[in-house]
């Protein structure tokens, strides 16, 4: 299956009921990046203001931790709508209990890895592991350019999976998702994509979305 989910760092904070509600047809989830300005250079949402959009989204929401010492943070900002949570391998202390306290929350849970941590990282986790997160550019800013190079990481992330028939967990591509790029993850084993700038600067961004999952599919 293919699931396409829209991160709303690219699209208007003024108006998140609005921006949500334009790919609300075609997405599949809301891909909510929150940023804290010490795990990233850069800051989005605290836990109250995280909380309050996972509850009035129109969608289930994939949250995004990129937060410092989140292993000790993870339920502040959890609410019913999401359906998932992810949290950065190189931020937590003990990345095992972590996902343990995620998927005890009720979640999928996810973990993330960014461009220079190897692959490896995630073998003697998948027990614990919902979906895998492979970071396609340096976490903390929208807009980047996908880092093709990687995609050997995600074939090997896909061989896991398929030699621990573990068909359930999903494997996510996150940075530079485009039309241009969506195909090259997608044959390299990706099923997840999160796409924010191809999708909110477009003209019709739940077009956008519908033209990527097309994409996906038929590639």
Same mark, same amino acid.
């Given at each position: 299956m293919i699931r396409i989910c829209p991160s709303i760092l690219n699209a208007n904070f003024d108006d998140l009921p609005g921006e949500?509600?334009?790919?609300?047809?075609?997405?599949?989830?809301?891909?909510?990046?929150?940023?804290?300005?010490?795990?990233?250079p850069n800051f989005t949402f605290s836990p109250e203001r995280t909380r309050q959009i996972i509850d009035f989204s129109s969608l289930p929401i994939d949250v995004h931790l990129m937060v410092a010492e989140?292993?000790?943070?993870?339920?502040?900002?959890? +609410?019913?709508?999401?359906? +998932? =949570?992810?949290?950065? #391998?190189?931020?937590?202390?003990?990345? %095992?209990?972590?996902l343990k306290e995620i998927r005890g929350l009720g979640k999928r849970s996810g973990l993330a890895i960014k461009p220079d941590t190897p692959i490896e990282v995630v073998e003697e986790l998948l027990p614990e592991i919902d979906m895998i997160v492979v970071m396609t550019v340096e976490p903390g800013f929208g807009g980047q350019s996908f880092?093709?190079? %990687?995609?050997?990481?995600?074939?090997?992330? /896909?061989? #896991?999976?398929?030699? +621990?028939?573990?068909?359930?967990?999903?494997?996510?591509?996150?940075?530079?998702?485009?039309?241009?790029? =969506?195909?090259?993850? /997608?044959?390299?084993?990706?099923?997840?994509?999160?796409?924010?700038?191809?999708? #909110?600067? +477009?003209?019709?961004?739940?077009?956008?979305?519908?033209?990527? /999952?097309?994409?996906? =599919?038929n590639c």
């Open positions: 949500i509600e334009k790919v609300a047809a075609t997405a599949d989830l809301i891909h909510l990046d929150v940023m804290d300005n010490i795990f990233v989140v292993d000790k943070k993870v339920g502040q900002y959890c +609410s019913d709508n999401a359906v +998932s =949570i992810t949290v950065h #391998y190189e931020a937590c202390e003990d990345p %095992l209990q972590t880092m093709a190079s %990687l995609m050997p990481k995600v074939e090997k992330a /896909r061989r #896991y999976l398929e030699q +621990s028939n573990l068909d359930d967990v999903w494997l996510q591509i996150d940075g530079g998702i485009s039309l241009s790029t =969506i195909e090259i993850a /997608r044959r390299a084993g990706a099923d997840t994509f999160v796409a924010g700038s191809a999708v #909110y600067k +477009s003209d019709n961004p739940g077009d956008m979305v519908e033209q990527l /999952r097309l994409l996906a =599919i």
